[in-house]
């Protein structure tokens, strides 16, 4: 993770806390009108109709601080094959996420949807990488539409009453979701920075890759093959193991070198420090500052492609 997105789903909470209600309310009931024998599938469907009425509030919100402590719980309480199974049998029946995550035949969709839900977020970039689009776009006579990809931070086969959890849901990029990042990893077993949870704690510099120093190489003269990018970590333990995770799952210390060139660029834009107040001179009418020569607002970062990347080498060279 690379930015914190813990307002991702602001605009949407109430009408997404007041769907997954209702689809809770109604499976509470069916799974508490049995009546007869209690045997052992029965006694699972009366166990998961206790466990979602203790946790309906926080399964329905969306904060995420609470929802590892509950996930933990699951486990205890269902801790056979055959029960997890049972479970997410009945779960599939209610909080249904493939139906929820399906296309709408219409645009605006009618009803409730992942479509609907995505188109609520502010967020173009996704959190974890910060170098790829989630924006949404509804179709139409010309485009089929499309939105990035709903990551389960904690996965739906194994903690399924979470499906349609908002504080379980990143709204984030095809490729950071797909196989061969996030794909079925475990975060619940192996702690990843959160991006509703955690701060912004990788940083990033610009650093030279071979080992003898020359003066060119200290005024970033040198062919951009010699520079490298370096992906700084957290001072606190804790934190930077989740870091490392992060970067390792993400693959961001390679897909990052990419940015060398940028780098290269904003530190020399540093050397020009009277550039923007030149131009000014000349046309008084257009006013050009430091962030439109890096391309970023340092408060604004978050919705600009490598923003936080940006940010962090113009603060290296001091041209912000």
């Known amino acids: 993770m690379i930015i914190n997105v813990s307002d991702m789903w602001y605009k949407a909470r109430t009408r997404h ?9 109604d499976m509470l009931i069916a799974l ?8 052992a599938g029965v006694m699972v469907q009366y166990r998961l109709a206790d466990f979602m009425a203790q946790y309906k509030n926080q399964i329905c919100r969306e904060l995420a601080g609470s929802l590892r402590a509950i996930a933990e719980d699951f486990r205890k309480r269902f801790k056979s094959k055959s029960e997890r199974k049972a479970v ?4 599939e029946n209610y909080l249904n996420y493939k139906s929820f995550s399906a296309k709408p035949s219409v645009f605006p969709p009618v009803n409730w949807c992942a479509y609907a839900l995505c188109s609520t977020v502010d967020y173009v970039i996704c959190p974890y990488c910060h170098m790829a689009s989630i924006d949404v776009r509804e179709g139409d006579e010309s485009i089929s539409g ?3 990809s709903l990551d389960h931070y904690y996965p739906k086969a194994a903690i399924p009453f979470l499906s349609l959890t908002l504080g379980n849901l990143v709204l984030a990029c095809e490729q950071c979701n797909g196989s061969s990042m996030k794909g079925s990893k475990r975060f619940d077993k192996i702690a990843h920075l959160h991006p509703f949870l955690d701060q912004e704690s990788i940083g ?6 071979g080992k003898k120093l020359s003066v060119q190489h200290w005024a970033l003269d040198l062919d951009s093959t010699m520079y490298k990018i370096r992906l700084s970590l957290p001072t606190d333990n804790q934190e930077r193991k989740k870091a490392i995770h992060s970067i390792r799952t993400f693959q961001l210390g390679a897909r990052y070198q990419l940015f060398v060139e940028k780098a290269l660029s904003v530190q020399r834009i540093s050397r020009v420090e009277t550039r923007p107040l030149a131009v000014n001179s000349q046309l008084t009418n257009f006013k050009v500052t430091r962030n439109d020569y890096i391309g970023v607002d340092p408060l604004n970062y978050k919705n600009t492609l490598a923003g936080k990347f940006m940010v962090d080498i113009a603060k290296q060279f001091d041209f912000i």
Request: charge should be positive; hydrophobic fraction near 35%; proline fraction near 3%.
């Open 32 to 39: 508490r009108q049995f009546k007869g024998p209690c045997q």
């Open 146 to 148: 499309y939105r990035g």
């Open 17 to 25: 806390r007041t769907f997954v209600a209702s689809k809770i309310d």
């Open 88 to 91: 997410r049998q009945l779960l």
């Open 204 to 209: 990033f510099s610009l650093v030279f890759r």
